[in-house]
């Protein structure tokens, strides 16, 4: 049985899931949780449309190197990409375990995985340093925000442990405890309500910053919240302060 | 006149051992005598050798056999080193700076391997407590700080440039293989249809807003590689410090033990820098957990830190180490780095650095066996070498011979202190001191062993501790006092001599072997006199085909060999056959033929190249005692040809050359020679009969013959009276010359040989210068001067006359 209500963990590959640990993570959290594995590899159109421009170019950022971006190799490097991703997947699923499925498509990241949720989604985006200010990252965290689906930060290089499952509450009403709740009862945790300012918070919500000193030497193992609450704006930054998986919920 | 010799009394056929003079029942208890026994010169040798410690006075030890001397030595070797100090340990240890050149660390003795031990612990510990610091909330947390404060510039710094180029209406896009930049229209893309549709002016802006942010983000990249490499260093420096506080305890207890040993300190401190440098193989431990070869490999590369006991006397005790290498090849000598195949190519360490001899007995002694360090190729010179240095270097063998075709390493050389001790043979050391002179350099010290002592009460007595010590030690049956006296006798044999005794114990241990073998056969508890002669007559047994063929063929009359009557010319001479140790007397029929010639004799087994140089010597002489006695007034004018009859092998010694005189003097007198009689004895070129060896052999194997086919009563061997102390034949030998059916006649002059041999005196000159009527004397001048008359009559003269052949 699944909780809180979740079947399915959706993992982008094309935009979404650019940190390099990212698909172990996520096969051990869809296995936690008893959640059917769904990755996708989005092949960017507006990628595609980009490199038709008669002055586009790429550079490497290993090297520095600037290339003419050519749209016949574009598309070679987007299928060696997506197989290079399915073989990540495919060894973290069975290291995990789990079944898994991969498609590949094209598209818009973000109607592309809009379209794909429903509520009883979570979708996992794991942003690197970089990747996380692309184009098409954006638009696919933007979209998969404003979905019926939850969204999960991976932070990057994150090593698996135990700890409380921490529920980030604006207060006690705050249906993020709930889940959090049943999250920690189904993968055999404690659950901890963590309200930082008790209630009292500024229009603006509340800094990442503030939220990770908040929780202090809680050693949780995940942390969920609540989109619409305030702390929505800070999920992917207070994973990545904290080293641990953060779960929006709608 | 010459009188006809007496044959040898009984008594003198054979010395038994005074069994008064054996104050024991039995050998049992008899413990073994320590040291040297009876080598006096030897002792004083290898006890100066020992004690010298300068460069060079090493100690070559040779005797008649090179196994006795090698027992005798270590046992000494073995007391001396009782009171010297032990050496130090020696440990080979990674080098952190060059892997290719390990490094030895010299350590008291003993300690090695509790130093290799504490470092396996540490290292051991590491392993479990490293990793748990590594997973610890604290580190975690302090990594994710560091690393989150240098991410968040860097995220800082891209959000920026994302910002910026959101306001100039541009898009930074991932690529599969970078970043491009892209224009952007109401938040999407624009297409290239649609940019085409632009106003020029509209296009050429967006491209410069591009190219103007291009290079914004290449400066953001270089710096994001910064930060990359900031962010690196900044873990790696917070591993260093927390593995460093994780270790400083442990590191500090293993360096209490070794306070006084400044290079294990340093190394242990050399091994904590390169931990650190390292920490990646304890931390990458719990990532590689599910994963045995990324384990294995983890282990492999910890091995570095590993310490390799090359030589320790943690379990010799403190003395001084006594090593013996039976198999000195060059790797077994000065050691050998060992190679593990991996994925096709040769690898080694420190670790696969193996000990040497050298090494073993390092502040020691070794005793090498000369003949097999000399077979053994670069052995030799390798020994020199490190002799020459002072210090011990391993060498590779296949480098010597171009077949190295891997890395290899070149580990510390480790200072040389021992004292080698070669032992062999005699022959050997003399052919090894004449062709390299580097032995008189590096071998200062010669222990020359005696092979024999006296026979005498108290040597009989010696000898009877040494067989009850073999018996003891080798847990052999005690032997009763008749049986030690019957060894006694043996030993006596052995040395060929009634009055000397063998010291070669190794032949000694043979026989006692065999004696308790045979006493237990036939259930007795103390071996007896029976058990010894049984035990003798097997060894011979064994032995013997070759000498029973031989005698078949005389006794079918396909080797002739009379045993009676007398013949003209013709006599049985004696010789030695020696195979495999074995020694047998076998009977030649030796005949000689005279004719008129110039005065020379023809050793027929000469001129066919079969004789040996001191047997035409021995003929030579021959020459010079005609022309002694028969040619002071006349040239001797005769040729006489002599020959080993049915003898296909070669021939050599003198001790046949009176035989063969009897021979000539017997052709040239046509008096006969008795053929019951067999003859051995060189002569000098006065008559003199002179001692031969092997007597009791030669006489054996006559006897055998004669038994074989009936003693007749005048029967005998003639040996040179000097011969006669030689004597310890064998008992039947004995019991019939004590029943008058053979004799053995002691011989000092060829007067008396021919008086016996042909019952016709030699007789002196008479005051007329002439030779006595009746004489053999007087036959051969009468003889030769028939032989110069007919070379008169045919009108030359004698050394006119032409040579039958050479000589």
Known sequence: ?250 | MAEVPVPLAPERLYRRTDPAALDFADTSGMARLPGLIHQPRAREAIGFGTCVGQAGFNIFAIGDAADRVRESVRLMLDEAALTRPGPPDWVYVDNFVDPRRPRALSLPAGRAPGFQKAVHDLIAELKAALPAVFESEDYQKRRAAVQQGIQAKGQAVFAALNEKAQEKGVAILRTPAGFTLAPVRDGKIVPPADFNAWLRDEQHAAQQAIESLEKDLEDTLRGMSRLEKETRDATQALERDTARFAMEHTVRQVKAAYEDLPGVLAHIDAMAADLLENIQLFVARQEAAADPAAIARLDSALERYEINVVVSQFDHGSDAPVVEELNPTLSNLVGRVEYLQSQGALVTNFGMIKAGALHRANGGTLLLDARALLSEPYSWSALKRALTRGEIVIEDVTRFVGLTATVSLEPDPIPLNIKIVLFGDRNLYYLLSSADPDLARHFKVLADFDDECERGVENEMMLARIIGGIAYAEGLKPLDRDAVGRAIEHAARLAEDQTRLTLRVDLLRDLLTEVSHWAGVAGRAVATRDDVEHAIAQQIARASRIRDRGREMILRDIALIDTSGARVGQINGLSVMSLGGFAFGKPSRITCGVRPGAGRIVDIEREVELGGPLHSKGVLILSGYLAGRYGQDTPISLNASLVFEQSYGGVDGDSASSTELYALLSAISEIPLRQDIAVTGSVNQHGIVQAIGGANDKIEGYFDICAARGLTGTQGVMIPASNAQHLMLRADVVAACAAGKFAIWPIETIDQGMALLTGHPMSERGPDGGWPEGSVNRAVAARLKKFLQVIKDAGGRPDELPRAAKP
């Open chain 1, 1 to 250: 049985m699944s909780a809180p209500g979740f079947r399915r963990l959706i993992l982008e590959l094309g935009v979404g899931a650019t940190g390099p640990s990212s698909p172990r993570e996520a096969a051990a959290f869809a296995k936690s949780l008893g959640l059917e594995l769904l990755a996708v590899f989005v092949e960017d159109e507006a990628l595609l449309h980009a490199s038709a421009l008669p002055f586009s170019r790429e550079i490497d950022p290993v090297t520095h190197r600037w290339r003419p971006l050519e749209p016949e190799r574009l598309e070679n490097e987007m299928r060696a990409a997506a197989a290079w991703a399915r073989e990540r997947f495919s060894t973290a699923a069975k290291e995990a375990g789990i079944p898994e499925t991969f498609e590949i498509r094209r598209g818009d990241p973000g109607p592309l995985a809009a379209g794909l949720c429903v509520e009883t989604d979570i979708v996992a985006v794991s942003p690197s340093r970089i990747g996380g200010a692309t184009h098409g990252f954006q638009r696919l965290t933007a979209t998969a925000q404003g979905s019926p689906a939850a969204v999960l930060w991976l932070p990057p290089n994150a090593a698996p442990r135990r700890g409380p499952i921490v529920a980030a509450a604006a207060d006690a009403a705050d249906p993020c405890i709930a889940a959090a709740r049943q999250i920690a009862e189904r993968i055999g945790e404690v659950l901890a309500v963590a309200m930082p300012r008790g209630g009292d918070y500024p229009v603006a919500g509340v800094s990442a910053e503030e939220l990770a000193g908040a929780l202090n030497d809680a050693g949780e193992r995940m942390i969920a919240l609540s989109r619409t609450g305030p702390f929505g704006e800070v999920a992917a930054e207070l994973s990545a302060r904290r080293g641990v998986p953060v779960l929006v919920l709608e």
